[in-house]
């Protein structure tokens, strides 16, 4: 059931913008008059005790994160049976959606570390982790050309537990895992400088390190097995870019980078040694 047309608090609900695991998306118009989005989250969810303390802990800790690159909490509640979060607008597609449209070139990558490096460093100031980076949580504003990193404390648990399907199918999150979170050890900056590695490799060549189906396949892969080198995926794709992203993906936390700005200035200053004409090349895989 749509709420477009409705109220809840004193926003008027707009058009449904999307759907996302915990809920629906809709544009809203605050009390001020501005456009927000309003994220109102599963019913089932909402009437459950433990989300609904979870859900406003969470919010709590985002809260906590002041920068400019994570999406603002604006305001949330429970009423009349609803639990809505209400974020600044973004007006453009998720990082996920935005790849399958446009595969972005070394200099587009090079922007998202820029935005969102910066972003999760904050977090990390605080001792919060993101936990859940992934193409769907980052979303691109493409009036102000600027990415921003969303659910920020609002992820789902430091585990795989969480994001499988009863057939025991990997969704999601597993992909991008670091292996301290499959092993239930503490995590840190370097839990989620590997989970932007993942990415990052996905954005470069199109395609993610480990691409098995069934949990236990990825798990180990993520444990066990070195990332494929970038260049089987295309015979081109530089090797100084490639050794970049593979200390993110490195198996030990020591042996990656110390902090995200780490992570971001070495691939600017390995692509500031590429010849010019190159940065703005995209390398997926040709089918």
């Known amino acids: 059931m749509t709420l477009s047309g409705q109220r809840i608090k004193d926003y008027l609900v707009g058009a449904f913008l999307a759907q996302g695991t915990t809920g629906d998306i809709y544009q809203a118009r605050s009390p001020q008059g501005t456009q927000v989005a309003m994220k109102v989250l599963n019913s089932k969810l909402a009437e459950d005790g433990e989300f609904q303390r979870r859900f406003l802990r969470e919010i709590r800790l985002t809260q906590v994160v002041q920068h400019e690159g994570v999406v603002p909490i604006l305001d949330y509640g429970y009423e009349n049976n609803v639990l809505f979060l209400v974020t600044k607008l973004i007006h453009g597609p998720s990082l996920q959606e935005k790849m399958k449209r446009t595969p972005p070139s070394l200099e587009e990558v090079r922007h998202i570390l820029h935005d969102i490096a910066p972003a999760l460093h904050a977090g990390h100031e605080q001792d919060i982790i993101h936990r859940d980076i992934k193409p769907s949580n980052i979303l691109y504003d493409e009036i102000e050309k600027k990415y921003y990193l969303a659910d920020f404390g609002f992820s789902k648990r430091p585990g795989i537990d969480e994001t499988l399907t009863e057939a025991g199918i990997v969704v999601g999150t597993p992909y991008y895992i670091s292996p301290e979170a499959i092993m239930g050890e503490p995590l840190g900056p370097y839990s989620d400088v590997y989970s932007f590695a993942v990415m990052v490799y996905e954005l470069l060549v199109g395609v993610l390190p480990f691409q098995h189906?069934?949990?236990?396949?990825?798990?180990?892969?993520?444990?066990?097995?070195?990332?494929?080198?970038?260049?089987?995926h295309h015979p081109e794709f530089p090797p100084i870019i490639e050794t970049v992203v593979m200390k993110g993906l490195a198996k030990k936390p020591a042996e990656r980078y110390a902090t995200m700005p780490d992570f971001a200035h070495n691939y600017g200053a390995a692509l500031e040694q590429l010849p010019p004409e190159t940065w703005n090349k995209v390398f997926w895989k040709t089918h």
């Open 213 to 232: 189906n069934k949990l236990y396949q990825i798990s180990m892969a993520h444990l066990q097995l070195p990332p494929p080198r970038m260049i089987i």
